[in-house]
């Protein structure tokens, strides 16, 4: 499956799927030297498994022409995404638009945060 994770951090989702056979682009803004690190120390693993993990940078802020570029995806995942984000916000609605752009039509979105106080 082609998977893509969204605000990737050090992409731990991405090395995962990776490890499991799935063939990953792992997306964060720049800075991308932090993602790139702990995706090529984990290489060996994801290899073995037959998957593969490619870093690219993607800003929400993308025309759907841009994000486009990156072709579609099966799955689409974001680990801690939406912390903080409200339901119609303009982050919100950044974070729809990129996944209704790259998802196939049959395709499956997982997104998890963790509620905070303050």
Do not use: Y
Not at 70 to 88: E, N, P, R, T
Request: proline share 3%.
């Amino acid at each position: 499956q082609r998977v893509l994770e969204i605000g990737a951090g050090l992409g731990l989702p991405s090395i995962v799927s990776g490890a499991l056979g799935a063939h990953v682009v792992a997306t964060e803004q720049l800075p991308l030297e932090l993602l790139r690190r702990e995706v090529a120390r984990n290489a060996e693993l994801v290899a073995k498994a037959g998957g593969s993990v490619e870093v690219q940078e993607l800003d929400w802020n993308w025309s759907s022409c841009e994000l486009r570029a990156m072709g579609s995806f099966d799955v689409i995942i974001g680990c801690d995404i939406l912390a903080g984000v409200q339901s119609g916000s303009d982050h919100f609605e950044r974070i729809l638009h990129v996944i209704g752009t790259l998802l196939n039509d049959d395709g499956k979105a997982l997104l998890t945060w963790i509620p905070r106080c303050g």
